[in-house]
């Protein structure tokens, strides 16, 4: 397999050992286990433009599934419909049906605002609030209306300890969080996050605007994180991918070209485009 | 040539020109203000000219101007004229003479000069005479008459301001309470009552009132009669004798005698008194108060009328509205609307704002009142309303750039956290905008305090009879006429049957208006940078 031994080649910390050492028992033992959010035959439009196209998939309950794909190839746009953040922009159009807990999310009766809470987003550009660190991870539960300042303090304890943040900023937590370093504001925006207690953790390139050291930390995190919830990432780098994930989606031109298992993506992708792409002949 | 051109330094170099020029022209029309303005509080010197006639000049040296050759010629090179303040309006009916330099054999500084500060008539210049009781004589002879003067203004200005405590406060209030208990009769009469008990009751208050008043009116009487016990009889520097009661002297200066100490002392009393008091002799005199208080109620409450509404109005905009061409179509109106002449908002104020909705008000609420007006003239609301109309669009402009300065990340992360459009805007965009608000309202602010020309025909007045704030329920007199620094500047300055006794107050009051757009507008910008840091994540 040339694919494998090139990126532990290219990136001597990544190992694909423990993917080797055990083959696979069962085809998709990941994906054929209860699902968290079912996508069916979806199609999405930018006005004219189709950007996604018939996607089916399934994502697993409490694992992280990756995207992976060249630039401009939908996966931004497909985790958007996820929480229906593209509904902000005008002309898009969606076909098909996302189910979260096998109830329609684009439904009338879906409250959006409720999905999001559900849902929860942290995106490739580090956006925390002008806003102190508190105010911060105080924000969502206070839309909830959550008033009590002891709850609140205990929310923002727990959040912030949940992305290994807490130890840093106990001492500051009313300052600006601006003053934070990149690292730091991304962890916050994952507490801030959690901090309503969503089933789902969506993140589009969390770590590409990272140094090494925050991106490390930050997948410690999802090794923690998806003892409690369903992770989907979206992800540039391989490497990283085939470190945090249990299931990949490969995407080319807004379609689904192969979804399995981590290691079976990594270590003996059925499709020639995805062996391709994950051994760094194009994209 | 060709290499200068491309390079850009020449264009830089224009630029620099371009910048400096207006610098130049700002800090020169600042520099005149205050040189001018400023001048104003110092106690001049009185001088004593003598001229070739045998007539002597006592007063203060304002101003020197050479006579160009071309006009005398038989005048030597570089001589000229002296404009003095000669005072003694009673005596001479000017206060002002200009006096030819080729004319006057000597100057001196008499340090037994005397300047009087008048409640009327302006200032005196002269000597002390005698100080008479009645028909007695109290003190005589220069010295010792000066002696006592003091202690007898002193006590002449305490009895003022008695007296305008019992006029304004006291008799103030009553007539106030009068007028509502006939205002209240007036009303019940109009609901068809005749003679209720409602009615009776306040026909008794209003006698009980009257009764009150009779007692205040002899008390003001045997004060007024105190006032004028004393008298001093003034010298002019021609001997000719006046006599002054003490109860128009507000305050009796030698500044000959003066050391920079006491002159200093002086100033700062001088630059208080005008601060803090009312207006005198057709606003020529006196302070100019009542223009600063209307001025920063007029510019606060136009500020409170225009900002929120922009900023809603922007909001919706930017937020809400389709960007289509109707949106598109607004902005252009709404641009156009900031470059209107002044005076058309005026207009419409005073039809729309005055006659319909003040009108109708009136009708409604005020009939007792008719055929006087409430609200269906004139009055601070009114102007108010009528500059925020003309300030709105620059709120909403400002507003609409600093919405848009927010980042998109901002709304998105809102939203994800499964906020609503609408606690997004209140919670994060527009805490993000606010520096573009408080641009709004700083631009606002600097326009709505210059402009003059529509407040003079929706409530500014040359002497308002009392303040739009005051110690009467509602504390806050919506409907009140009143004044303000720019009408005050125009009104002095072009009104005034006397210019050159003007000219002083017009500097200052400008410099005063200036400091009061300074001052708003350095509070606007604090606020600004502070929230700007707080964005940046420097402060807090
Ligand atoms: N707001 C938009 N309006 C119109 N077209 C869009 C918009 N956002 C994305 N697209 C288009 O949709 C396609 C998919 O974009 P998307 O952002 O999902 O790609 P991506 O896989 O996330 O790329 P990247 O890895 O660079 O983030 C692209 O062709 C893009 O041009
Ligand atoms: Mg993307």
Redesign the interface.
Known sequence: MPSSVDIVSQHPHTTFAHLQDMEPPMPHPLLDSKPKITIEQVDFYYGEKQALFHITLTIPTRKVTAFIGPSGCGKSTLLRCL?R?ND?I?GTRLKGRICLDGQDIYDASMDV??L??RV??V?Q?V??????IYQNVA??PQ??GIRRRAELDAIVERSLQGAGLWEEVKDRL??????LSGGQQQRL?IA??LA?NPEVLLMDEPCSALDPISTAKIEELLHTLKEQLTVVIVTHNMQQAARVSDVTGFFLMGELIEYDDTKKIFTNPSDRRTEDYITGRFG | MKKLLSSGTLFIWICGLGVAASLLMVFGLLFLIMINGLGFFWPKDLVELTLKDGTTVLGEIHEREIIPHSISPELPEGKGRLLIKIGNRDLYGLDFRWVDEQDIISRAKPPDAVMLERREWGNFYGRVSRILRGDRIVASGTEASWQVLPQLIERANALQEEIQHVEKDLIGDLNYQIEQARLAIRAHELKGERDSPEIAALKRDIAHYEQIYQQYVAKLQALTDQLDDYAVVMQDTSGQETIIPIGLIIKALRPNEMDVMEKCLMYLANVWALLSEEPREANTEGGIFPAIVGTVMMVLMMSIAAVPFGVIAAVYLKEYA?QGWVVRMVRIAVNNLAGIPSIVFGVFGLGFFVYTVGGTIDQLWYPEALPNPTFGTGGILWASLTLALLTVPVVIVATEEGLASV?Q????????????KF?SIL??IL??ALPGILTGFILAVARATGEVAPLMLTGVVKLAPSLPIDSHFPFLHLDRKFMHLGFHIYDMGFQSPNVEAAKPMVYVTTLVLVTVVVTLNLTAITLRNYMRK???????
């Open positions: 929480n953040l902000l005008e605002t409720d999001r809470t929860g987003m995106f550009k956006n925390p609030f002008p806003k102190s924000y969502g839309l909830q009313h300052q600006s969080a601006l003053g925006c801030r996050a309503v | 389709h980042p990340e901002y709304r998105e992360g809102s939203l994800a956290l499964g906020a609503t606690e919670r994060v805490p993000c707080r964005m940046k994540g420097a402060a807090v």
